[in-house]
């Protein structure tokens, strides 16, 4: 069997020092792909000793100089999107259409960020005092801590590091540990871009590599997208430590209200993107779907339909359009929330958590199989199946009557807040629900999935602190620092305050 893949610490292949390796695996066939050293918190110490030592070159180059290795990254995704994307569908079992988006995606990060860089950063202020001039400049914050989900295996690694190191901070990332071989591919195109030994560093591991970043001190910035219970113990930690911040990126309880002015069409196709699209694993997935009672029963029809019928099956091939969950343990959580449903009492209209055999493909018996399960539930009721995040394609039905007042109390009856849809032809709801759903990412006659790099991504409530993601990342990398400049030889004071000296001979 070949070697197991390394680490990438001050621009060389390392072993670590730990004796540990993990495989990656396929979850359409449960074939090993190939095997990774497991990185213990001693090289993760190690790589955050070689990345703060870089960061005083690297911060003393311009943005556009730093950018200039990003463009070569971008280059080589562009050039490799198809191949890269057949990587992320066979480790991720998205289906190939998502796979090919992910690396997508990740590019068009790169270029946002490498592009951004010679656009105007910072703000010109006017002063009160003619003679100043006043500026809002941003500094980076030194070792950037990335630690990333195995869903985006290639574009959310790519969201963390792209702005961060552009801005000036180094990188000491963490991928996940279902998703090492795209982790492997992302440090291969910083090494063939030539960045300076230890501007960006990769340890591949598991939680306890994680936490070692999050122990650190000398990290100052953590980054943070998976789950939510990591997410605070994250944030628990870190967030009254001074000089420390830490943007976290979590899932949700999503929904997509469905008014009786919807559009069906749009409705029905909205809410099947939204709840199956990569096998409900992505953290914006909706598993509510909030619909007005007057036009309930024909919605159901359709969706029940759609759900009953939906392709499962081979992600590599066109034609699937749900691929297998992550690995087996996921699949057994999902399975025993589905189990959760049935006993807490609600009524199950689709269930497809035991494929037919002749569902699954030749050679995928062993892949993490589950199809789509819809039940419908009473909006008030105490549930937890209709209250707990489950990742999966796992979806409640949740019937109301009365105004849109009421839709967006049902909407925001959760604790947490990262992205919704509304279906609807009346502007007047439209506009009630966008600024009254308590949502970070919000969409209207849409699906709640598909974010684009350009717009700020991040959820309120308990989805996020931040926005460790996309354009507003920008926020998280840097401090800002209020800069003036006298252009006097006087001193004069804003808010007329005096600036004579007096002593006691005046
Ligand atoms: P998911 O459920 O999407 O896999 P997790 O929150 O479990 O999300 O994992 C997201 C990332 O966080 C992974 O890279 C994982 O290894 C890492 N991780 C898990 N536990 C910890 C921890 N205690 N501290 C820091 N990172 C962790």
Redesign the pocket.
Same mark, same amino acid.
């Given at each position: 069997m070949a070697e197991p893949y390394q680490h990438y610490i001050d621009g060389e292949w390392v072993s670590g020092d730990g004796s540990e390796t993990f495989e990656s695996e396929n979850p359409a066939t449960g074939e090993t792909l190939a095997e990774f050293e497991r990185g213990s918190p001693s090289d993760i110490d190690q790589a955050i000793t070689v990345a703060e030592a870089a960061y005083e070159e690297w911060r003393e180059l311009s943005r556009i100089e730093r950018a200039e290795y990003l463009w070569d990254v971008y280059q080589e995704l562009r050039d490799r999107t198809d191949e890269l994307g057949e990587i992320v569908t066979k480790e991720c079992g998205k289906e190939i259409s998502e796979g090919k988006a992910d690396v997508v995606e990740a590019a068009h990060m790169v270029e946002w960020a490498a592009g951004d860089a010679r656009h105007p950063s910072g703000d010109i202020i006017p002063s009160e005092i003619a003679a100043k001039d006043a500026y809002m400049r941003r500094k980076p914050r030194g070792v950037t801590g990335c630690?990333?989900?195995?869903?985006f295996p290639i574009a959310i690694p790519y969201w963390h590091m792209a702005v961060a190191l552009v801005e000036g901070n180094t990188v000491v990332f *963490?991928? %996940?540990?279902?998703t090492p071989w795209c982790a492997q591919i992302i440090a291969e195109m910083f090494d063939d871009a030539g960045i300076p030994p230890g501007v960006f560093n990769m340890v591949q =591991? &598991? =939680?306890d %590599? /994680?936490?070692a970043?999050?122990e650190d001190d000398r990290v100052p910035t953590v980054l &943070?997208? /998976?789950?939510a219970?990591? =997410?605070h *113990?994250?944030a628990g930690k870190l967030g009254d430590v001074s000089g420390r911040r830490v943007a976290c990126e979590m899932g949700g309880k999503n929904a997509v209200v469905i008014t009786e002015e919807a559009d069906l069409d749009i409705a029905v196709h909205s809410a099947v993107m939204s709840s199956f699209k990569t096998t409900g694993q992505r953290c914006v997935s909706a598993e509510r779907l909030i619909v007005h009672t007057d036009i309930y029963d024909e919605f159901k029809d359709r969706f029940v339909e759609i759900a009953s019928n939906v392709a499962v099956g081979d992600p590599l091939d066109e034609e699937t359009f749900m691929g297998p969950l992550i690995e087996a343990e996921h699949a057994e959580k999902v399975a025993r929330y589905n189990e959760l449903a049935r006993e807490e009492g609600v009524n199950i209209l689709v269930d497809r958590t035991e494929l037919d055999a002749a569902e699954i493909p030749d050679g995928h018996e062993n892949g993490h199989w589950i199809g789509p399960f819809v039940y419908e539930a009473d909006p008030d009721a105490d549930l937890r199946c209709i209250s707990e995040e489950v &990742?999966g394609p796992h979806v409640a039905l949740l019937e109301y009557d009365g105004d849109i007042e009421r839709a967006v109390e049902i909407q925001n009856d959760t604790p947490y807040g990262l992205a919704g849809a509304i279906v609807s032809e009346d502007y007047r709801q439209i506009n009630y629900y966008r600024d009254h759903a308590e949502l970070g990412l919000a969409y209207g006659n849409l699906p709640c999935i598909g974010a684009e790099v350009q717009l700020p991504f991040g959820g309120v409530k308990k989805s996020g602190n931040g926005y460790p993601s996309a354009r507003e990342i920008i926020e998280a990398v840097t401090d800002r620092t209020a800069w003036t400049l006298n252009n006097s030889k006087d001193i004069k004071m804003a808010q007329g305050l005096s600036a004579d000296i007096i002593t006691e001979n005046d």
């Open positions: 630690i990333t989900p195995w869903n *963490k991928p %996940a540990e279902q =591991g &598991f =939680g %590599a /994680g936490n970043i999050v &943070f997208t /998976g789950s219970e990591v =997410g *113990k994250i &990742f």
